[in-house]
């Protein structure tokens, strides 16, 4: 859905000149009030989280919607998402594209590619089949690219484990916090 959407919307951005997404502010106050346990509209919370990062309801723990929805994300750049749709669009894992201006940002007509042999830290991915945001390919081009860097990739194979499930599951605990926890005890 960023893909399709990357180039109309960085004209858009441009023209009403809107630099965040989501910023942290009264608004987003008001919708985690909406959000709490046992009100009418918290299953509009939900519905939109899951529109945006995939339908997860055994993950979910509407528990925490107020704070989930009050607080994430705490404002992101628009230019930062443009540049997750650029990414898909050109299949390259590279620095922002800026069009006419490339030359001006980079001395180069394109923008050059991430330098993953620069990355020295040990590297551990983790990723689902379901996660609408992360392709299983990404992961594997990702970790070959990080060379020895990549100390491995751990698969969730759970039925239906989303994006925000990493963070916010109920089984997170479980299936990612102890791989992480493990994974930095080896460093």
């Known amino acids: 859905m960023i893909a399709y959407f990357t180039g109309s919307a960085e004209v858009l951005a441009s023209l009403i000149g809107v630099n965040e997404f989501l910023p942290s502010d009264e608004f987003m106050d008001i919708i985690g009030e909406l959000c709490k346990d046992g009100d009418i509209t918290q299953i509009l919370c939900t519905n939109i989280l899951f529109f945006i990062c995939g339908f997860s309801p055994n993950e979910m723990n509407a ?29 390259e894992f590279r620095q922002y594209d800026f069009g006419d201006d490339n030359q001006d940002h980079y001395g180069l007509s394109s923008p050059p590619n991430y330098d993953l042999s620069a990355i020295t830290a040990p590297v551990y991915l983790l990723y689902s089949h379901y996660d609408g945001l992360s392709a299983e390919q990404d992961v594997i081009r990702l970790c070959e690219g990080l060379g020895d860097t990549c100390k491995g990739k751990f698969l969730i194979s759970e039925d239906a484990f989303k994006h925000l499930d990493y963070m916010y599951g109920i089984r997170a605990p479980e299936l990612v916090y102890s791989k992480l926890i493990n994974s930095m005890a080896r460093h």
């Not at 528990?63 to 299949?91: C, D, N, R, W």
């Open 63 to 91: 528990t925490i919607l107020p704070v989930l929805m009050g607080h994430t994300p705490a404002g992101s750049s628009v230019k930062q998402f443009l540049h997750y749709g650029q990414e898909m669009v050109s299949g």
